[in-house]
């Protein structure tokens, strides 16, 4: 499986940026796709995640109503449109898959991820 993320940039406040991630190697059939960042110095956390099958969606609350993950199934890529971006959404974003085992999924740790993208870089300036 290979990921790969793209779109990321320098952005003012207030702006907007689109973030892609191609996947390949396998049908995604089952798996969740999720974006996380990276902020120097700081864990990585979740953003946000989307199911290949149903298309549900989920959101970290400091991203909620800005933020929207959608998946184009045909072209097994992952979108996130972040919108009314800040500063402290700067950082270094990673999309990354894995196979949902169970009826409960928690999307927002990183064992439910057995594949990861390389990131990119996103920007906020005040």
């Known amino acids: 499986v290979q990921l790969q993320a793209s779109g990321g940039g320098l952005v003012q406040a207030g702006g907007s940026l689109r973030l892609s991630c191609a996947a390949s190697g396998r049908t995604f059939t089952g798996y969740v796709m999720g974006w996380f960042r990276q902020a120097p110095g700081k864990e990585r956390e979740f953003v946000a995640a989307?199911?290949?099958?149903?298309?549900?969606?989920y959101y970290a609350d400091s991203v909620k109503d800005r933020f929207t993950i959608s998946r184009d199934n045909a072209k097994n890529t992952v979108y996130l449109q972040m919108n009314s971006l800040k500063p402290e959404d700067t950082a270094v974003y990673y999309c990354?898959?894995?196979?949902?085992?169970?009826?409960?999924?928690?999307?927002?740790?990183?064992?439910?991820?057995?594949?990861w993208g390389q990131g990119t870089q996103v920007t906020v300036s005040s």
């Open positions: 989307i199911t290949w099958s149903g298309g549900r969606t």
């Open positions: 990354a898959t894995g196979r949902v085992r169970s009826i409960v999924v928690d999307t927002s740790a990183r064992g439910t991820y057995d594949y």
